[in-house]
């Protein structure tokens, strides 16, 4: 028979260990819109979405945008060349003006391809504040007095004494951005303002300072293609992004769902809310704070000095489009029709394709139909506000998607 | 609705009480004779259960870390900042932010100090806290100044105040009534504008006592803005207490009520500097915060009913807390285009073109042209309620020829919170912030609301020289989410959790003077009502080794402690990730360990002049145990072994004072090391820690008897700041030098 003192203990001890055994326990309901839907119901095969848009779409865009990079080198060291040649009289115009003309139709062919790269922003080119993104076009950030600086600094190889390293220079200085300026300027004279303005610069001939720039393009460019490079080897191998995301769910991946994965393919196609709609069409049209204050502002268009504004949101539009339908594959357009949508799905490659047929109707450049039809541009908005609106609503509801942040808010 | 609810949950509550006191009644008494207990003892009685910890100076038989800072000690350096209390306190870790304590950061034992939100905040034994489950942050605090006491309790006997048992309770105790008449004005002046007028006068006139007492406090404030303006605050605090003493044959009762007001408006922000300006002038503001303003009003109905036998007592506590705050600050950058949060611009202003020219923006040197550099002001606009009953039973009995302390209790609560949040989107324009004509628009509209009902039991024994206790905690919590946004009334989640947390502990008596103790509990957090059920509560098994010495004139505690966290659990605030989304984050298994040391001792210089001497110590390391990927701003890219952020290895305090009849010298000095500001890598503070900050502060008082007493103070006596802390956007300052004189008249 146990004594007392030993009955208290025995009975505190057993209330505790008994006590002890009851654990936490959590029940819950919650409405149809609470937080967001895991997945979608369908057995449509997500991954199969996944890996024709990495292989299909944007992988192919990232290599031919190395290549383009690459021919844009090319081009830019006959430019120098014949800027050389020419300053030493030893070439005559012509030569000169084909060379320029071949450099800036090489810029464009990069920045064309590049703009659809825009569209596909996953991975490499979203780390640390879009770091590589802008080091290859850090619009709308531009900096051409920065430009003009770093001409002299390349060109002396010195920068407060250390020597001059593109890689370590600011994006707005370097980049499409600034050979746009390199390349396309009628004007020799530099763009500071301020105190601080190019050394010597203003004692220089014209055909001096156009050697100097093209080689500081030439550099430029080599930078660009360097970091197309990096792009292409921070997507694709075995340790890619596009690798990761074609794991998506598997043992070891970055995404614990396919449709985490899913949805941040869904999160690049929103450029087109963000950047296209707000920033190519509704800032120089007024709709939002310019450098003009609200009114129609030229001087806010993408990339003004090539007059290669609208060709811009074209490939913006195409890359949207090719992301949309998955070209010859499967695409979010085929998730919808699986979805029971296919209502969004016809709409939403109708609406795009009235926006990218009103883009490439522009016989004139963005800049000058803002001032002679601006009527045009307020439809190529609507239009693109058409395709916006599609992709914030009915598209993201019924593929069970979450909305960037940057696109939670109508800015309209 | 609320009241109606509540008006049952009261009839339930007082009905388990009476059960409660009507059995102890029956075993009470045969025993029962002539009861003689004078008005007095009473009033100790009631005042003791106002506390939680006793003011026993011989050895505590606590079985558990319980610190007790009376009025005595608080008297000593008059502190209005909480931080600068709790300093003392061995296992406090804090993170400071506006340098006053207006809102403070605190956590116990490696818990995470944001808002406080991971400890129990108590005045008076009831919960402060806006909303203590609905919303644990504690935007609200109560006046540090008109505090008699505060108690930090942690261990087991934490499971005796939940909801949050993983780190331990916080307990601020008002003034009691005083037994005669009795009064008191202070009135002080220093640095920075600061000013104070305190006074309170109280008296019992037969069986009725009551007590009045006002605090207001401003200061100008240290920061400078740029472009000129205020940055300091204004506060006031009232409260009035009504109390009846019924002495009865067989029981003694009191019957207090307690009414208080308080409110703040305090041009307070969250913006902070980028390292290099905080290097050239620690106290610049920026111009973009000068629009930021908290105002905040707290009002506060507690009716309390004690009773008391020859072996048991019973406290009763209703209770109403109503606060509503808004505070319009700057959120950020209103981007699209272009995207970056303050937190990255001020990490590296240099970084980009774009950090550059933001960093310019918010200084006011370049004007917003871009509609993504307007910047965004939210009016987080909030109302909290916080209502309950609660009953704490004490009962010594003899129970199997052994003697049992038994303590048991039931509350109700009930609170809630509903967000009006709203945005304004400004122009910096000529170093001004200017409102750019669009409407305001509406943020987070919803509400979060929790009826919970908490039990706990609690036995202790004494076996010869062992004191042993078990008890149980059981939180059963109804908690609801509603977004209020118009046509969202589909987005709701209704979540239940049930939980019982066991405790045991053991105390054993070496001699009259030491002894040691022994404590396993378990931890829990609760999750907030609209937390997806998939994030987990945290949950931690808690053990504590130690043991006491104290003869009278010497004192020593030495405690080490575990906690064996399985899931740890964190979420976002503006003060720590800068957005207001309260996305919480589970974080696996982590361990804290460490060790808490106080000792003090006395020594007599003089007949008249008495040196006294104390110290704490914490030592405290911590670890995730296992590697994982977090959105969780704090933590980031974590691998096993990382420490948590916000937690310093080392923190000393060593307090010296001379005290004679008439004067008194006071000096503490405070230690307090390096922290990191985030866990792992990936997140943009990775790397990062605040500085290791050595303070001193002094105050010497000197009293000219029936004149009154006169005393000067210096906070941070050499003017020492260090960067605190980054979060929620850069450097923030420690509180500067400042010096403060002031006058007390009591009567």
Redesign the interface.
Same mark, same amino acid.
């Given at each position: 028979m146990l004594s007392q003192p030993r009955y208290s203990l025995l009975s505190i001890a057993l209330t505790a260990a008994l006590l002890s055994g009851c654990n936490e326990s959590t029940s819950s309901d919650a409405g149809a819109d609470y937080g967001n839907q895991d997945n979608t119901t369908s057995d449509f095969d997500q991954k199969a979405l996944i890996a024709n848009l990495v292989d299909g779409v944007i992988t192919p865009t990232f290599e031919q945008f190395v290549s383009v990079s690459n021919q844009q080198v090319s081009d830019i060291n006959a430019y120098c060349t014949a800027a050389i040649a020419f300053e030493q009289d030893s070439s005559d115009n012509t030569s000169l003006t084909q060379a320029s003309d071949t450099a800036q139709q090489s810029w464009r062919n990069t920045i064309s391809v590049w703009q659809q790269v825009e569209m596909m922003q996953l991975g490499p080119l979203l780390n640390d504040d879009g770091a590589l993104r802008n080091k290859i076009y850090s619009w709308p950030v531009t900096s051409r007095c920065g430009v003009d600086l770093d001409v002299v600094s390349f060109e002396n190889n010195d920068i407060n004494g250390v020597p001059y390293d593109i890689t370590s220079r600011t994006p707005a200085r370097k980049g499409l951005v600034a050979l746009e300026y390199l390349l396309f300027n009628p004007s020799f004279e530099h763009s500071c303002t301020g105190t601080v303005t190019p050394a010597g610069w203003d004692n220089r001939t014209d055909d001096d300072r156009r050697v100097a720039r093209c080689e500081f393009a030439a550099e430029a460019a080599k930078d660009i293609n360097h970091n197309a490079q990096q792009l292409l080897i921070q997507w694709s191998g075995d340790d890619g992004y596009g690798t990761s995301l074609k794991q998506a769910g598997e043992t070891g991946s970055s995404f614990a769902t396919v449709h985490e994965a899913v949805n941040k393919l869904s999160d690049a196609l929103f450029y087109i809310d963000s950047v296209t709609k707000d920033g190519k069409l509704a800032t120089p049209l007024g709709l939002f704070a310019n450098s003009c204050g609200t009114s129609v502002c030229v001087e806010d268009v993408e990339s003004p000095i090539a007059k290669h504004s609208i060709e811009n949101i074209t490939r913006n539009l195409e890359a949207l489009d090719a992301l949309f339908s998955g070209k010859e594959g499967l695409g979010f357009d085929d998730y919808l029709i699986d979805e029971n949508d296919a209502d969004t799905a016809t709409e939403l490659r109708e609406r795009i394709a009235t926006a990218l047929a009103n883009s490439r109707s522009y016989q004139t450049s963005l800049s000058d139909a803002l001032v002679s039809d601006e009527a045009k541009v307020t439809a190529t908005h609507s239009d693109v506000k058409a395709v916006t609106d599609k992709l914030k609503n009915e598209f993201i509801n019924s593929l069970a998607l979450e909305l960037p942040q940057t696109s939670a808010g109508d800015n309209d | 609705m609320n009241n109606l609810a509540i008006s049952k949950k009261l009839s339930l509550v007082i009905a388990i009480q009476f059960a409660l006191v009507s059995q102890v009644s029956a075993a009470d008494s045969d025993a029962k004779t002539d009861v003689t207990t004078d008005k007095t003892s009473v009033n100790d009685s009631y005042i003791e259960k106002m506390q939680i910890i006793g003011h026993d100076a011989r050895l505590s038989k606590q079985t558990g870390s319980a610190t007790l800072i009376d009025e005595l000690e608080l008297e000593q350096f008059k502190f209005d900042d909480i931080n600068r209390v709790l300093y003392s306190v061995p296992g406090v870790n804090i993170r400071e932010e506006d340098g006053y304590g207006l809102r403070p950061n605190i956590g116990f034992r490696g818990a995470t100090p944001e808002r406080s939100k991971k400890i129990n905040i108590m005045e008076d034994g009831v919960l402060i806290g806006p909303a203590p489950y609905s919303a644990a942050s504690a935007y609200y605090f109560p006046m540090t100044s008109k505090m008699t006491a505060i108690e930090v309790f942690k261990g087991p006997a934490a499971i005796k105040y939940g909801p949050n048992t993983v780190a331990g309770s916080l307990n601020m105790v008002t003034r009691a009534v005083p037994q005669s008449s009795e009064g008191l004005v202070d009135v002080s002046g220093g640095s920075d504008g600061f000013a104070k007028a305190h006074a309170y006068y109280g008296d019992t006139i037969d069986n009725f006592g009551f007590l009045i007492e006002g605090v207001h406090m401003r200061a100008d404030g240290f920061k400078e803005l740029d472009g000129g303006g205020d940055t300091g605050f204004e506060k006031n605090d009232i409260m009035a207490k009504l109390r009846y003493d019924l002495a009865g044959d067989a029981f003694d009762q009191v019957f207090e009520l307690k009414l208080a007001y308080a409110d703040e408006n305090s041009n307070e922000t969250y913006l902070g500097l980028t390292d290099a300006d905080f290097a050239a002038n620690p106290n610049r503001r920026y111009v973009a915060s000068q629009l930021d303003n908290m105002d905040w009003t707290h009002s506060q109905v507690q009716f309390n009913h004690f009773i008391t036998g020859d072996n048991f007592d019973v406290t009763t506590r209703v209770y109403r807390n109503d606060f509503e705050r808004a505070w319009y600050k700057i959120n950020g950058f209103k &981007? &699209?285009?272009?995207?970056?949060s303050l937190q990255?611009i001020l990490a590296d202003p240099d970084?980009?073109?774009?950090n /550059?020219?933001f960093y310019n923006i918010l200084t006011g040197s370049q004007d /917003?042209?871009?509609?993504y550099?307007?910047l965004v002001l939210g009016n987080n606009d909030r109302t909290y309620y916080s209502q309950g009953i609660q009953s704490d039973l004490n009962l010594q009995l003899e129970? #199997? &020829?052994?003697q049992?302390q038994f303590a048991s209790g039931v509350r109700f609560h009930q609170d809630q919170i509903e967000r009006n949040h709203t945005t304004d989107t400004y122009?910096m324009t000529q170093a001004n912030l200017v409102s750019?004509g669009s409407d305001t628009?509406a943020a987070t509209t919803d509400r979060e609301k929790t009826d919970a009902w908490s039990v706990y039991l609690q036995?202790t024994?004494s076996?010869s020289a062992l004191d042993?206790t078990?008890g149980?905690r059981g939180e059963y919590i109804d908690a609801h989410?509603q977004?209020r946004a118009p046509g969202?009334?589909?987005?709701?989640?209704?979540?239940?959790?049930?939980?019982?947390l !066991?405790? #045991?502990s053991a105390f054993y008596t070496l001699s009259d003077n030491a002894g040691l103790l022994f404590g396993v509990h378990?931890g829990?957090l609760p999750t907030s009502p609209k937390q997806? !059920?998939s994030i987990d509560?945290e /949950?931690s098994i808690n053990y504590e080794l130690g043991g006491r010495y104290n003869d009278g004139n010497f004192n020593l505690e030495l405690i080490g402690f575990f906690n064996d966290i399985s899931n740890l659990k964190e979420g976002c605030q503006f003060s720590s990730c800068g957005s207001d989304d309260d996305t919480e984050f589970n974080g696996g298994e982590v361990d804290v360990l460490g060790l808490e040391l106080t000792s003090g001792y006395s020594i007599t210089l003089t007949d008249d002049i008495d040196l006294p001497i104390s110290l704490s110590y914490t030592y405290t390391e911590s670890e995730f145990k296992t590697s994982f990927?977090s959105g969780f701003d704090m933590w980031g890219d974590i691998t096993a072994g990382d420490e948590l952020p916000y937690l310093p290895e080392n923190q000393l305090a060593v307090n010296l004072g001379l005290v004679s009849d008439q004067w008194d010298v006071n000096m503490i000095v405070r230690y307090i090391g390096e922290m990191k500001e985030a866990a792992g890598e990936g997140v943009v503070l990775s790397g990062s820690t605040t500085e290791a900050l050595t303070v001193v502060d002094m105050s010497a008082s000197y009293d000219f008897n029936q004149y009154g007493l006169v005393y000067v103070k210096a906070d941070n006596l050499f003017d020492t700041q260090e960067i605190v802390s980054r979060r929620p956007y850069g450097a923030r300052p420690s509180k500067p030098q400042q010096f403060q004189i002031g006058y007390q008249y009591r009567f």
């Open positions: - | &981007g &699209g285009l272009v995207n970056r990255e970084k980009d073109e774009v /550059s020219r /917003s042209v871009a509609e550099e307007k129970l #199997f &020829g052994m049992h122009l750019d628009q036995d024994i076996i042993i078990a149980v989410y977004n969202s009334e589909q987005d709701y989640l209704n979540k239940t959790t049930r939980i019982w !066991p405790s #045991f378990e829990f997806d !059920p509560v /949950s990927e």
